[in-house]
């Protein structure tokens, strides 16, 4: 179906803008304000470290309304409506496909590390030397082109083996727990505070054939929710968390709770700049530094508890 996207400036109340069009029969609105998308970032910091330069610069200076109209008969009549109530939208005419898979063509089949090649679930490749991991992220982070997730997949690589058991915090798209699975680990427990994460990452646990008896994925927060933690247990040999450094710091105290005797704790995300305070605080906890990864801006560390 096409769509004609209709643009207006919305200067300093874009609010007061949006009740005029709703009164005029205009729905699904969208503000984009440079201001909003400020406090946004403000309010919501401990998700992220880093925020792309090129997002950033989409929101300089910017206060508008979007909105969408269909292209046909009753679009052109709302459109008529518009202009005779004085207004003139920019026009621009878009595709469903065109917001709906258009970024599947930036996703191809990715070698990472040593061992994986991470297939999305539209593609089709095969490489007799690596493990295929099948991915369709949807919404959720973790496409395995990140160096953040890169590093923890190169990591797993290492930890991996029969009978281990891994708990991932933050698993977003599953992918590092089914690679874990894939290596010939025995379960695989995943958290995320994002509630649409359970049922993308059993999805992606089904494109690799792998049985809900061995991946397990709740929704919730750690940080918070004590019989979260509880439910989640002990007895982990593998403890990841690809998450933000403002996450990691009061994760790393609650993880020795999760682990195994001599078990490991894998961090990543950490946004160059803030690995040395992420290295202070697992030394702080009891944690010895086994390895460290860079890659581009971003750093992931390997750790375990030190014996008592």
């Not at 909003?36 to 998700?47: P, T, V």
């Not at 369709?136 to 973790?142: A, E, I, R, T």
């Not at 927060?221 to 004590?226: P, S």
């Not at 490991?264 to 803030?274: L, W």
Request: aromatic fraction near 8%; include cysteine; hydrophobic fraction near 40%.
């Amino acid at each position: 179906m096409r769509w004609i996207e209709c643009v207006l400036p919305a200067g300093d109340d874009p609010d007061s803008l949006c009740m005029q069009l709703a009164e005029l029969g205009v729905g699904g609105m969208v503000v984009e304000d440079e201001a909003d998308f400020r406090n946004f970032l403000e309010n919501n910091h401990r998700y992220w470290d880093y925020v792309d330069e090129e997002l950033e610069q989409k929101f300089t200076g910017v206060s508008r309304v979007k909105f969408y109209l269909s292209d046909d008969d009753e679009g052109q009549e709302m459109l008529t409506v518009l202009r005779a109530a004085g207004f003139e939208p920019e026009l621009a005419v878009v595709e469903d496909g065109d917001w709906e898979n258009s970024w599947r063509a930036y996703y191809k089949p990715l070698p990472v590390g040593e061992k994986f090649l991470v297939i999305p679930a539209w593609e089709e490749a095969n490489d007799p030397e690596r493990v295929p991991l099948r991915l369709d992220p949807g919404l959720s982070f973790g496409t395995g082109s990140h160096a953040t997730t890169q590093m923890c997949l190169r990591m797993i690589e290492k930890l991996a083996g029969p009978d281990k058991r891994v708990l991932d915090l933050g698993c977003g798209s599953g992918i590092l727990g089914i690679g874990a699975l894939l290596l010939g680990c025995r379960e695989s427990v995943g958290c995320d505070i994002d509630p649409l994460v359970p049922d993308t990452a059993r999805s992606n646990a089904a494109l690799n054939d792998l049985q809900d008896d061995r991946f397990f994925v709740s929704a919730g927060d750690v940080l918070a929710d004590k019989s979260l933690r509880a439910r989640l247990g002990s007895g982990y040999d593998l403890v990841l968390a690809n998450i933000v450094a403002d996450v990691i710091l009061p994760l790393t105290p609650l993880v020795p709770e999760f682990l195994a005797p001599g078990g490991r704790f894998v961090c990543s995300g950490i946004i160059e700049g803030r690995q040395d305070e992420i290295e202070r605080v697992l030394i702080r906890n009891g944690f010895r530094i086994l390895e460290k990864l860079h890659q581009d801006d971003w750093y992931c560390f390997c750790s375990e508890r030190e014996e008592a």
